[in-house]
């Protein structure tokens, strides 16, 4: 029997350029110890150099097509991990991180777009975001694919401290990493048919309001007991959305879509709206819907308006 040759760094990161995203895993896994000896040696032991080390892990995830050298491909991995640490030693605060999520966004050019469909890596990212639990799912959807970003935003929406965001994104950040390496190498959800039907879900339920009448599939959606939360609603009390955003548009409020991200059991619209003048509600430029849901139905609504977090402190 013929001995099996290991694959060399070469092969392996030819094949991830090539779109397998079981090659990346097998990278990232031969290299993981000697990326954490460089985070390691910058920042030293604790959560820091290990919350670098599945930052740059997750920014090869999106830049594997930038290695010219398939040889070298070690020495660019502990590159990222060496430029993230030394961003986070300059900045002090929000690390910049998840850099491979910060491009996989619905609104890409289009020669971007279709590099994330060859490579599956939008699938397999969701597979694994999918397996969060639903406050650390719900944070990590926030900060990297909506117009929600900053850590005060993300507290305002979910009404929860910005110490609570940071460790809720660091959790996140952790379990992220293993999940991903689990599933290398495993087929996964389209995510994007995920979108494409709550993108169509939205716009039925604007199109209904405006109407008056929504379609029987979208009053489905809407269930009696769906509860609203936040400011147009009290947690615990069932306010039906749909008399409500009646109230608004009769007031001369129009809400157009945006933005469309979609999980597993967590939906987010993202919309601009527009207030006739004279009305009523002063509504801000933007809006966003944060919807849960249990067994394909909404079971809360809270729609946040994005305000601008103060200055941090110096």
């Known amino acids: 029997m013929q001995p099996v040759t290991p694959l060399t760094d070469a092969h392996l990161t030819r094949r991830a350029q090539a779109g397998e995203t079981g090659a990346l895993g097998l990278l990232l896994a031969r290299h993981h110890a000697s990326m954490r000896a460089v985070a390691l040696s910058l920042l030293g032991h604790g959560p820091d150099a290990e919350d670098v080390v599945q930052d740059a892990a ?27 640490a030394r961003m986070q030693l300059r900045s002090g605060r929000e690390i910049p991180g998840f ?22 890596l939008r699938d397999w990212i969701w597979a694994a975001i999918d397996e969060l639990p639903p406050k650390l799912r719900l944070v990590v959807m926030l900060r ?104 608004f548009l009769e007031d001369g409020v129009r809400q157009h879509l945006h933005r469309v991200t979609a999980g597993r059991d967590i939906d987010i619209w993202e919309m601009k709206v527009t207030t006739r003048h004279g009305s009523l509600h002063h509504c801000p430029p ?3 819907w944060l919807m849960l849901r ?21």
């Open 99 to 120: 850099d491979a999520f910060a491009n996989l966004h619905p609104h890409l050019d289009d020669s971007a777009e279709r590099l994330i469909e060859q490579h599956s």
């Open 144 to 247: 990297y694919f909506t117009g929600i970003t900053s850590y005060e935003q993300i507290a305002v929406a979910c009404e929860i401290p910005v110490g609570t965001v940071r460790s809720r994104l660091s959790q996140a950040r952790s379990k992220l990493a293993r999940l991903l390496m689990a599933g290398a190498a495993e087929t996964h959800d389209d995510a994007a048919a995920r979108t494409r039907a709550s993108r169509k879900e939205a716009l039925a339920t604007l199109a209904g309001w405006e109407s008056g009448a929504l379609p029987r599939e979208i009053t489905e959606l809407w269930p009696a007991r769906s509860e609203m939360v936040g400011r147009l609603g009290r947690h615990g009390e069932h306010v039906h959305p749909i008399p409500v955003m009646r109230r």
């Open 58 to 84: 997750l920014t090869a995830l999106r830049r594997i097509g930038d290695v010219r050298d398939p040889d070298a491909v070690g020495a660019w991995l502990r590159a990222l991990v060496r430029n993230t």
């Open 294 to 314: 249990k067994d394909g139905r909404v079971r809360q609504l809270r729609v946040v308006y994005p305000r601008n977090p103060a200055p941090a402190a110096l």
């Open 286 to 288: 933007t809006l966003t």
